[in-house]
């Protein structure tokens, strides 16, 4: 099991390039079920969950071919409509197949995804979704089984609570149900409109993607496409807090400034100077003594993203004053919190907020990763902290960052992984 360890007390300075988002392209992966023509992704990032999924895909009946960031995908037919619990256990995005085998097949089997070390994530509203569709779903075993043998059709979908995998899921089955879906409270999310931007291009009629109500036009068949995947934001997001909270100066490139608005407002208003230089590349510069505090709460986009709650607290253990952070998407995404305070951090969780107090001089220490997110906030801290920093379990950060130990190495940072 690899760790990582991290010599803290250089300020970063350098270029660091933003590869494909993890969240877009796990979605496009699932679309290329819905074709029996091939689907080329482009700038699609290596990392864990991106193999397991093409390990899925494989199992279903999905060729693949390619190196790199480009992927080509063909799938002549269903040979199996299933994702075992033995893979969707490492990946609940997994799930995202499901949507796409009822749509084409006709049925699909795929085991239910469990808690997570961040809270539950239901599929409950995938199945309401398919069911409004026409899709007859029944629990057995572990797994889900859907059956549409008739074909789905249009419906009016409203989400109780905004779902990003699970619109993507009902946009999926829905591109091939007859008649017109409505989604309604959908997701409005990037990812959401870079699959439909995909789908169109396979040639589905969707409008609205990136809004609250999507309008779905069934087709009878759809085609093959070549796609890019959109820049990740969350790692974007990631590295940007790496260059303020070790006081360098860090130029992010081959990135989306919109997608990262919410995060760029909150450094400046810690005092953290962010130029823009082009459409595609931010710089941010900081003097990590004059951090100020700011109070933050996560919230579906173009809110704050969920996804760096743990590096923004991170970055409050070194600003002057009380900072309050509030998750509402998850309810136990504070487990980080425990482990920077073994680092030396103030921090206080009362519910779903935490409250923490900077500036505090981080040390060293043995810390364990316990989600994806989480590991890229103990990175953070240690890239600060006084001394060695071991980091075990970096498996969670391989599962969404790509060679996250090369890229910030390549700006002066004191890391490497070791066995």
């Known amino acids: 099991?690899?760790?990582?360890?991290?010599?803290?007390?250089?300020?970063?300075?350098?270029?660091?390039?933003?590869?494909?988002?993890?969240?877009?392209?796990?979605?496009?992966?699932?679309?290329?079920?819905?074709?029996?023509?091939?689907?080329?992704?482009?700038?699609?990032?290596?990392?864990?969950?991106?193999?397991?999924?093409?390990?899925?895909?494989?199992?279903?009946?999905?060729?693949?071919?390619?190196?790199?960031?480009?992927?080509?995908?063909?799938?002549?037919?269903?040979?199996?409509?299933?994702?075992?619990?033995?893979?969707?256990?490492?990946?609940?995005?997994?799930?995202?197949?499901?949507?796409?085998?009822?749509?084409?097949?006709?049925?699909?089997?795929?085991?239910?995804?469990?808690?997570?070390?961040?809270?539950?994530?239901?599929?409950?509203?995938?199945?309401?979704?398919?069911?409004?569709?026409?899709?007859?779903?029944?629990?057995?075993?572990?797994?889900?089984?859907?059956?549409?043998?008739?074909?789905l059709r249009g419906a009016t979908v409203h989400f109780d609570r905004i779902t990003v995998t699970g619109t993507e899921d009902l946009m999926m089955a829905a591109v091939l149900a007859k008649g017109e879906t409505v989604l309604r409270n959908a997701a409005r999310e990037p990812e959401v409109a870079d699959l439909a931007e995909l789908l169109i291009a396979m040639g589905a009629k969707i409008e609205g993607a990136g809004t609250s109500t999507i309008r779905i036009q069934g087709v009878e068949k759809l085609g093959g496409a070549e796609h890019t995947i959109i820049p990740d934001r969350i790692e974007a997001g990631t590295f940007l807090i790496a260059g303020a909270i070790t006081g360098g100066e860090v130029t992010i490139t081959g990135c989306n400034q919109e997608h990262v608005g919410a995060l760029v407002a909150k450094l400046e208003q810690a005092g953290v100077e962010v130029a823009r230089m082009d459409t595609t590349a931010l710089r941010v510069r900081s003097n990590s003594k004059k951090l100020r505090s700011v109070d933050m709460t996560t919230e579906e986009y173009p809110g704050f993203a969920t996804d760096l709650q743990a590096q923004y607290m991170a970055l409050m253990t070194q600003a002057e004053g009380i900072a309050i952070v509030v998750e509402t998407i998850f309810e136990n995404r504070f487990m980080h919190a425990l482990e920077l305070a073994r680092m030396g951090a103030n921090i206080r969780i009362d519910g779903r907020q935490a409250i923490v107090a900077g500036p505090r001089q981080l040390t060293g220490a043995g810390v364990i990763a316990s989600d994806l997110r989480a590991s890229a906030s103990l990175v953070l801290a240690a890239l600060v902290a006084r001394g060695e920093t071991v980091i075990d379990r970096v498996y969670h950060i391989d599962r969404g960052y790509e060679k996250i130990e090369a890229k910030l190495a390549s700006a002066g940072a004191m890391i490497r992984r070791v066995e």
């Open 1 to 151: 099991m690899d760790k990582f360890v991290i010599s803290g007390g250089e300020a970063l300075s350098g270029e660091i390039p933003i590869s494909g988002s993890k969240n877009a392209a796990l979605p496009a992966l699932a679309a290329a079920l819905l074709t029996d023509e091939p689907v080329t992704l482009r700038r699609i990032p290596r990392v864990r969950d991106i193999r397991t999924m093409q390990r899925l895909l494989v199992d279903i009946g999905t060729r693949t071919e390619g190196e790199g960031e480009i992927i080509r995908l063909h799938t002549p037919e269903i040979v199996c409509p299933e994702a075992p619990y033995e893979l969707v256990k490492t990946m609940r995005a997994s799930s995202l197949v499901l949507g796409p085998l009822v749509a084409r097949s006709g049925r699909a089997r795929v085991s239910l995804p469990g808690g997570c070390a961040i809270g539950a994530r239901p599929i409950n509203l995938h199945i309401f979704g398919l069911e409004q569709l026409g899709a007859h779903i029944q629990q057995a075993h572990g797994y889900i089984e859907a059956e549409a043998s008739d074909g």
